[in-house]
Structures are given as C-alpha cells and as structure tokens.
C-alpha cells in the first residue's frame, strides 16, 4: 500500500515550478506568486482554520494524509551549496518544522542529523533516487512517502519513474523565468491518469496517478 | 477554532438524501443508488487506499480531519423505534464503528452508553440540537464536531443556524421518493458563501461556509 506522493507542487503557466535564484531572503527564488493562493496552514487538515473551507484548501489538505516520511532537495533545506558552511543552519522552518516525521534531504555533503521535538527529523544523505527511497520507505513505518520538491528532484524522480501520486495546482500567472518542471518529461502523460478540476480562485488542480503499478 | 461541519451529504438532483424506509436490510431505505461515487475507505485518508486519488476521493477524505465528536440522528444508528427493544443491536458497524470518536445519538429513549476498543462510543440522549451540541463540543477536545445524519438531523441543525460548514454532493440521479434535504430552509445560502466544482465522476460537490460567525 505504501506509496510515493508529491503535493501541491505549484506550476505557472509557462511551466516554472521556482524561481531561478534561492537565497536567505527570497526562499523560492523570486517565485512568491507562485503560492500567492497556497494556505499552508491546511497541511495537517481543515480543521486548523476558522476561514472558509475551499476546494482549494481541501485539496491542499492531503499533503500530510498518512505521511510517514518525505525526501526533499537541498535547495528546498537551504541555500547554501557546496560544503556545509559552520553556521548553525537548520533549514528555514525554525524550531517547529512542519514535517511531523524523518526527512531526507539529498545532498553530496552528508552532515550530522537534526532532530526536532515535533517529530521531524533532518537526515542528509548522497544517494540516488532509489537508493534514498527505500531509506525513506524504512523510515515510513507503513505510511506512504512524499516527495517535498524543490522541482528539480521532483522531476528527477518522476523521469525514474518513482512518482504514484502528483497533485500540481497550475497556476495561471506568467513567470517568464525560474525552475521548469517539464523538461525530459516528454509523454509524462502515458504513465497517468490526469483529472483536473478548476476553482473559483482560477487555479487549476491536476491529479496525476500512476497507471498500472502493483 | 471549534466549527460544526456535515460531511459527505449525498443528495439526488430532486433533493432527497436518503430513502424512505430504513430497514436492516436497506439502511439507507432503498436509496442505494445516492452512494454509488462514494468511496468509504478515504474517510480517514486518501492514504488509506492503493485505487487512485480522485477528486472526489479527495472531497471525501475531510470526513475525519480535526473531528472530536459526532453527533447523529437515531434512524442513522438503527432502524428501531419507540422503546429499545432488547436485541443487543449496538449500531450498524460491527465491532469497529469507523467514528473513533464519542458519538451523540438523539433520541427519546436514552440507553446505557457503548463503548468500543478502537475509541468510539455511543452516547445516547434526549435533548434538543443546541443542547446536544454543548455536550458533544465538551466532549471533543477543541475539536470540531461532525453532524452526521441522517438527513433530517441535519436539516433540524440547518434550521437551527448551527452549521458553520456543509459539504454537499449532488448526485445527478432522480430519486422519485425519500427524505428531502431542502424543506424548510428557504434562502439558506443568503447565510453561507458557497464554492461548486464538478468532478469527472458527475458529481457535483458544494461546500457551504457560514458567513461572519465568529
């Protein structure tokens, strides 16, 4: 049952899933308009807000639905490249990262593992798609496993053919420039199933599954 | 934050949401045919299944999230009427009842309270919507409270202004006969904003959000 899932990945019109430049300041590199309708408070349920609930926000809701691990990018860590400066970095998300559970970020510099009191814990490992997805699967404890982006490993995974589940909220704005998603996808679609919904907030919410797969 | 929400209301494009006659061999009274989309097995998470995440799936799976307690109308627990009689019926579901929360059954002829290993119980009272909704918002911890049905549960916490959020699914199918969900609530929507979408399956689901409660 156990299955890997990508969620809310958010796509402009001309396919830039980030922005070009990630640094301290601008953490998804210039892209912000990207998730200008996107309400993270959502991901561990509805029920965490007294706004409306919108098709939106429901469809944000699955993120944390019986997650038991997520692999993620450097770039999503941090902005840093090469060597781990020594600079007491421990990603963006402070004392309280949103996680809930070990995450494995891909890196060919490994450094020490971060444990948080919430549950999530940071492991920095050089491995390929495969090879970080069974870590992760072990790590899972039966639930499924969500690729957390950036784009770059998302695409990854999907061109090794790693991706069940792909939840991408189109976003009709033009970006013009930053990380495309649909490079060396060509005939993505063969692979799924696509349903898309549109909503009253103009973002277009596609559900890409996995054909076939015991 | 603590909301009253009704989950997954299914009703025919004439507006009735259940049928007649409940039985113990019809439990929905004949109206089948209201379930056909439904997928149970979400309730809990799209992550409870290896069948792909639809929409619809997805609309369904905000049943559970963020619920402390349930409260629901006694032809949803059984088909009996009038007193108890003494036949062990202790609800539809078996030995794991899927609430896995307190249970507030309405009814005239209260009973001793069951309790089940997996965290349900059914608690059984007389007592009128916002009575019962004082005790079931106790007994939920801060979180929300599920109107369960059947219909006319509903309809009567409609009536009395205490729904903050409804997700309704018009089944495009004409009933002909059963509980009509629509009846005395004229101009229900100058209190609720309302968000439809239109699913590949034919369903159409609604989601009803009280406007300005605070």
């Given at each position: 049952?156990?299955?890997?899932?990508?969620?809310?990945?958010?796509?402009?019109?001309?396919?830039?899933?980030?922005?070009?430049?990630?640094?301290?300041?601008?953490?998804?590199?210039?892209?912000?308009?990207?998730?200008?309708?996107?309400?993270?408070?959502?991901?561990?349920?509805?029920?965490?807000?007294?706004?409306?609930?919108?098709?939106?926000?429901?469809?944000?809701?699955?993120?944390?639905?019986?997650?038991?691990?997520?692999?993620?990018?450097?770039?999503?860590?941090?902005?840093?490249?090469?060597?781990?400066?020594?600079?007491?970095?421990?990603?963006?998300?402070?004392?309280?990262?949103?996680?809930?559970?070990?995450?494995?970020?891909?890196?060919?510099?490994?450094?020490?593992?971060?444990?948080?009191?919430n549950g999530?814990?940071?492991?920095?490992?050089?491995?390929?798609?495969?090879?970080?997805?069974?870590?992760?699967?072990?790590?899972?404890?039966?639930?499924?496993?969500?690729?957390?982006?950036?784009?770059?490993?998302?695409?990854?995974?999907?061109?090794?053919?790693?991706?069940?589940?792909?939840?991408?909220?189109?976003?009709?704005?033009?970006?013009?420039?930053?990380?495309?998603?649909?490079?060396?996808?060509?005939?993505?679609?063969?692979?799924?199933?696509?349903?898309s919904i549109?909503?009253?907030?103009?973002?277009?919410?596609?559900?890409?599954?996995?054909?076939?797969?015991?």
């Open positions: 049952m156990v299955q890997t899932r990508v969620h809310n990945l958010f796509v402009s019109s001309d396919g830039y899933a980030a922005g070009d430049h990630v640094t301290l300041e601008e953490p998804i590199g210039g892209a912000g308009a990207l998730f200008g309708k996107f309400d993270g408070r959502v991901i561990h349920g509805i029920h965490r807000i007294k706004d409306p609930v919108t098709v939106d926000r429901a469809m944000f809701s699955m993120w944390g639905q019986g997650i038991g691990a997520e692999i993620m990018g450097r770039r999503k860590f941090g902005p840093q490249s090469g060597e781990w400066p020594d600079d007491g970095w421990e990603g963006w998300w402070g004392d309280e990262p949103p996680f809930l559970t070990p995450v494995f970020i891909l890196t060919h510099f490994p450094r020490k593992t971060l444990e948080f009191a999530t814990s940071f492991h920095f490992v050089d491995a390929s798609p495969e090879k970080v997805l069974r870590l992760a699967q072990d790590a899972a404890g039966g639930l499924d496993v969500r690729i957390g982006g950036g784009p770059s490993t998302v695409s990854e995974f999907l061109q090794a053919d790693l991706i069940d589940f792909l939840h991408v909220a189109i976003v009709p704005i033009v970006l013009g420039s930053g990380v495309r998603i649909w490079d060396h996808l060509a005939g993505l679609e063969d692979r799924f199933s696509v349903e549109s909503t009253s907030s103009g973002l277009t919410h596609q559900l890409w599954n996995r054909i076939g797969r015991d």
